[in-house]
């Protein structure tokens, strides 16, 4: 069995007057997105794929064959040369050459929940504070492209947004391409009735705010604002898949994480900035490797198609996309067939958002027990991505406690990803 302990201010408003002036014909606003680095964003969009349980990075990004490790999978060809990749993505190893992989990430968390927390925001967890998901860092920092949430998180939740407030909060997705219930008025309920409800609601919630001072009611507020502004949004068509042929969604998969990985396109092909697909089952203590089999089925085609479709629509270039997950497992196969927890060393995917394809950043050892060269460390892999999107990883927020917290915790970037 797996362990019983895996479960799974934005910045303040220009004025209008400062929003429309520029400076060199560049907005204001993406002048500041651009303070304390040294280069314009490469990417405008992420796509994080979440592999929730500990992915084992023998079994899919880095394969040891020949050695006592390797396992049942074996090592495939990709069209990136002299990169190898597991058997479990044969559609996804054509596209490598618009894919990078980091081979040596050197975490230090071995249980789910920190680890998953550090992975996620690039720090340790403490017991009195609560640092915000690379997510609600993005949309803290970056303007908004559209009507939709900047930050959406599918088949799963996302870190909270923790001191940077409600409006960096993610917007939840359970079943994708299914209508959301709670974006429409119930049965039985006209337009005009219903918005009439809405009016009623907000005088009702506007004259209690009025007699309190509790920062709560701020956060109720923007909710229901940004849930009935998108009800009333044409965008809200990405979310549906009436239109979507059926071909479209045999080629990603026609299951919960292909259509995730479809989703995840449309909404950056509407603006969204920051998407969140969630799969679990990587908790392989038993049976490791028919279950990376079946995990290589449902996320090969889709992962693929997902590239495939990003660089036809010269989409790529500005969307980075990666797969991570909490750590990897042990190099020694147990006596359950299965792979144990390991953060000594792990892999992570990525690609687009100005990434190099065809790349691979450091090397594990001879049997993917530690790093060999270049070792990046989790807080750099937050660094890269702030790199990748024009985002000083050194600022500074203040927490509701005006306590200075850096944006990641004292991360580099791995420049050499970058072309």
């Given at each position: 069995?797996?362990c019983?302990?895996?479960r ?8 209008a007057?400062?929003?429309s002036?520029?400076?060199l ?19 405008e969009h992420?796509?994080?794929f ?19 490790t ?15 990749i597991?058997e479990?993505f ?7 050459h618009?894919?990078?992989?980091i ?7 071995g ?5 998953t ?6 720090y340790?967890?403490t017991p009195?504070?609560?640092h915000?998901?690379?997510g609600?860092?993005?949309v ?5 492209m559209?009507e939709?949430p ?6 799963g ?6 001191y ?5 909060e993610?917007?939840f997705v ?6 959301d ?10 337009e005009?009735?219903g ?27 923007t ?23 059926q071909k479209?969604?045999?080629r ?15 909404l ?12 679990g089952?990587?908790d392989t203590h ?7 089999r ?14 495939q ?6 989409m ?19 006596k ?6 390991h ?10 958002g ?5 790349t691979v950043i ?17 807080a750099?892999l ?8 024009g985002?000083?990883?050194n ?22 990803l970058?072309a």
């Open positions: 069995m797996g019983l302990d895996y799974l201010t934005r910045r303040a408003m220009l004025s007057a400062a929003g002036a520029t400076i014909g560049l907005p204001i606003r993406n002048l500041l997105a651009f303070a304390g680095t040294s280069h314009p964003a490469k990417a992420v796509i994080l979440w592999n929730g349980g500990g992915m084992s990075h023998l079994d899919t990004w880095d394969p040891k064959p020949g050695r006592p390797q396992g049942e999978l074996e090592p495939i060809k990709t069209s990136a040369p002299g990169m190898e597991s479990i044969p559609q996804l190893a054509q596209q490598m618009n894919c990078s992989i081979r040596s990430i050197a975490g230090t968390q249980d789910h929940g920190r680890a927390y550090n992975l996620q925001t690039s340790l967890q009195n504070l609560n915000p998901g690379f609600s860092v993005v803290h920092q970056l303007p908004n559209g939709l900047a930050y959406i998180t599918v088949s939740l996302a870190p909270r947004a923790g940077l407030g409600q409006k960096c993610a917007y359970g079943n994708p391409g299914d209508k219930p709670y974006l429409a008025f119930p049965e039985g309920i006209a005009l009735r918005n009439k409800r809405l009016e009623v609601l907000a005088s009702f919630n506007s004259r209690f705010a009025a007699q309190k001072s509790d920062p709560r009611l701020d956060a109720t507020k909710s229901i604002d940004d849930a009935v502004r998108l009800m009333r949004s044409p965008a809200l068509e990405a979310f549906e898949f009436q239109k979507v042929s479209t969604l045999d990603y998969g026609d299951n919960a994480f292909g259509r995730g990985a479809l989703l995840a396109k449309r950056v092909d509407k603006g969204v900035r920051f998407v969140q697909v969630n799969r089952g990587f038993t049976n490791n490797f028919p279950a990376m079946s995990h290589g089925e449902i996320m090969d085609p889709a992962l693929a198609s997902l590239i479709d990003l660089k036809a629509d010269g790529l270039d500005k969307t980075l996309v990666l797969m991570v997950s909490e750590f990897g497992r042990t190099p020694v196969i147990n359950d067939a299965g792979r144990d927890h953060a000594a060393v792990f892999s992570v995917f990525l690609a687009g100005g990434i190099k394809g065809g450091g090397s594990s050892d001879i049997d993917g027990f530690q790093p060999k060269d270049r070792p990046v460390r989790v750099d937050h660094a890269t991505l702030c790199h990748a999107l985002i000083d990883p600022q500074e927020v203040m927490t509701p406690l005006q306590r200075a917290m850096k944006l990641v915790d004292n991360g580099t970037p791995v420049h050499e970058f």
